[in-house]
């Protein structure tokens, strides 16, 4: 008998690997596909994107705000991954009613090792074991000139990120310091604070709002000394196997905009 603790400090048992695992999360969906354990998952949600072959050989139950119970209960899992600021409460506790429920709460990429961590006790597969030496790599980086800047997610209300979130440790591990980290969560915010902070870059993420071309140059206008760009939100917020693809986008991000406006 295995017993696991998941990271919101709930324990699970089991006797052998699960066989048939339902993933509510897009960015785990991912790590456990980059395992080499996808043949595994026997559902995902609509926002499961990547890889995207899965779509075509994997039941969709639905999104992560408001799954399929049902659909879910039929597939009759040995284990669903769930996460504690994506999945609501009332969802995991349903799933709890038929079976066992791993609850993630990744806020750094040392979570992610935790995470895949789980992964390798359950299975022990050179994957696992692969993903977790490339992310190892990651936790060190070299210390770097900080660059103001401000990470906007939504644009009616505006909002941004606080410094209790994924998105907020990975810009401050890459060399981008977030005006805003003196916050929590997701704060609405209003473009005369963003000018009270002055940050040097403005960053517009193309999730969840999808932010476009025109907006750089609304923004470029209202902030003449700042340098608007739009990044990849999937390199900043899918906490994951994607973190490993991030490095370079991240690296590659920064150089471009040192000392540059």
């Known amino acids: 008998m295995i017993t696991i603790t998941d990271q919101t400090g709930n324990s699970l048992y089991f006797s052998k690997p699960p066989e048939k695992l339902v993933c509510l999360v897009p960015s785990l969906t991912e790590t456990i596909a980059d395992a080499g354990l996808e043949n595994h998952l026997a559902g995902i949600t609509k926002f499961c994107v990547h890889p995207m072959s899965l779509r075509d050989k994997v039941r969709i139950i639905g999104g992560t705000k408001?799954?399929?119970v049902k659909d879910i209960f039929a597939l009759k899992p040995?284990?669903?991954i769930a996460n504690k600021e994506e999945n609501r409460h009332e969802d995991i506790e349903a799933f709890r009613q038929f079976t066992q429920v791993y609850v993630s709460d990744i806020k750094t990429t040392h979570d992610v090792s935790l995470f895949l961590s789980f992964l390798q006790t359950l299975y022990k597969t050179d994957g696992c074991h692969h993903l977790i030496e490339q992310i190892e790599n990651l936790h060190n980086l070299p210390v770097r000139l900080k660059i103001p800047t401000c990470y906007l997610i939504w644009k009616d209300p505006l909002m941004t990120i606080g410094n209790d979130t994924f998105i907020h440790h990975m810009m401050e591990k890459y060399g981008f310091s977030n005006v805003f980290g003196n916050k929590l969560r997701y704060p609405q915010i209003s473009y005369s604070i963003i000018e009270e902070y002055n940050p040097e870059i403005i960053m517009l993420s193309t999730e969840p709002y999808p932010?476009?071309?025109?907006?750089?140059?609304?923004l470029s206008?209202?902030?003449p000394a700042s340098k608007v760009v739009l990044v990849d939100g999937e390199m900043f917020s899918w906490y994951g196997s994607r973190i490993i693809k991030a490095n370079c986008y991240l690296n590659q991000l920064y150089s471009s905009h040192l000392y540059k406006k």
């Open 78 to 80: 040995d284990l669903i």
């Open 211 to 218: 932010f476009k071309e025109t907006d750089i140059s609304n």
């Open 221 to 223: 206008y209202m902030f």
């Open 66 to 68: 408001n799954p399929r």
